[in-house]
């Protein structure tokens, strides 16, 4: 059964460092999303990507943070400079279409020094 | 703004034992509704999932949940729980026109199961 990976599976970087999240979506899901959940915490929505640009964003995805699609089937979640307060699990998961249920990948948990 | 409750932060149950995991939400129109577990060190599972239709929907792992409009719910039941049903499990509402295409999720409910 098709799924969406993830890694790596745990980063760990120091303040102030760049960060690039790595996502394999569902090959023919054209619908793309990052969420996070901090320890403890809800899983929060960060972005919606489709057809090679963002179609939502929340309040938490701020210039810091950037997506992309690099080739055909990689998705991407940057952080330019990490801070101590972006250390969560972020999850990846893909969606056929904008309103079909989305598929979740294991997530990476991000640990910032 | 849609949003999700999930009133019970810990349940404890036996094994073999029946078990009811509760939702509600707040949102403008009929609702999508998902049920997702997670495991320890696993992501989010799909259990089910309603969208229209039949308020009673059967999901995998022998889980069904229940929408019900008028009491703005969705509780989540196994009729006999079993030890590796143990995990965390999340509610979860949208996506819609109004919402865009984002989940919003509850606070999450912390399944322990007892031999």
């Given at each position: 059964?098709?799924e969406?990976?993830?890694?790596?599976?745990?980063?760990?970087?120091q303040?102030?460092?760049?960060?690039?999240?790595?996502?394999?979506?569902?090959?023919?899901?054209l619908?793309?999303?990052?969420?996070?959940?901090?320890?403890?915490?809800?899983?929060?929505?960060?972005?919606?990507?489709?057809?090679?640009?963002i179609?939502?964003?929340?309040?938490?995805?701020?210039?810091?943070?950037?997506?992309?699609?690099?080739?055909?089937?990689?998705?991407?979640?940057?952080?330019?400079?990490?801070?101590?307060?972006?250390?969560?699990?972020?999850?990846?998961?893909?969606?056929?279409?904008?309103?079909?249920?989305?598929?979740?990948?294991?997530?990476?948990?991000?640990?910032?020094? | 703004?849609?949003?999700?409750?999930?009133?019970?932060?810990?349940?404890?149950?036996?094994?073999?034992?029946?078990?009811?995991?509760?939702?509600n939400?707040?949102?403008?129109a009929t609702?999508?509704?998902?049920?997702?577990?997670?495991?320890?060190?696993?992501?989010?599972?799909?259990?089910?999932?309603?969208?229209?239709?039949?308020?009673?929907?059967?999901?995998?792992?022998g889980?069904?949940?229940?929408?019900?409009?008028?009491?703005?719910?969705?509780?989540?039941?196994k009729?006999?729980?079993?030890?590796s049903?143990?995990?965390?499990?999340?509610?979860?509402?949208?996506?819609?026109?109004?919402?865009?295409s984002?989940?919003?999720?509850?606070?999450?409910?912390?399944?322990?199961?007892?031999?």
């Amino acid at each position: 059964e098709p799924e969406v990976t993830q890694t790596p599976s745990h980063q760990v970087t120091q303040m102030g460092q760049e960060v690039i999240l790595r996502c394999v979506p569902i090959s023919n899901h054209l619908y793309f999303y990052w969420y996070r959940q901090i320890l403890g915490q809800k899983v929060e929505f960060l972005v919606s990507f489709y057809n090679n640009e963002i179609s939502e964003k929340s309040e938490i995805f701020d210039d810091q943070f950037s997506v992309e699609r690099p080739d055909g089937s990689n998705f991407t979640l940057k952080i330019r400079s990490t801070k101590l307060e972006d250390s969560a699990m972020y999850f990846c998961a893909s969606s056929v279409r904008r309103f079909n249920e989305q598929f979740f990948g294991p997530g990476t948990r991000l640990t910032v020094l | 703004a849609q949003s999700v409750t999930q009133p019970d932060i810990h349940i404890t149950v036996s094994e073999g034992a029946s078990l009811e995991l509760r939702c509600n939400y707040s949102y403008g129109a009929t609702p999508y509704l998902f049920w997702y577990v997670q495991s320890p060190g696993q992501g989010l599972q799909l259990l089910l999932k309603y969208f229209s239709g039949d308020t009673l929907v059967q999901g995998i792992k022998g889980f069904e949940a229940e929408f019900k409009r008028s009491q703005s719910s969705f509780n989540l039941r196994k009729p006999s729980v079993h030890w590796s049903d143990a995990a965390e499990y999340f509610c979860a509402v949208g996506p819609s026109e109004t919402s865009g295409s984002r989940l919003t999720f509850g606070e999450g409910t912390q399944l322990t199961v007892n031999p």
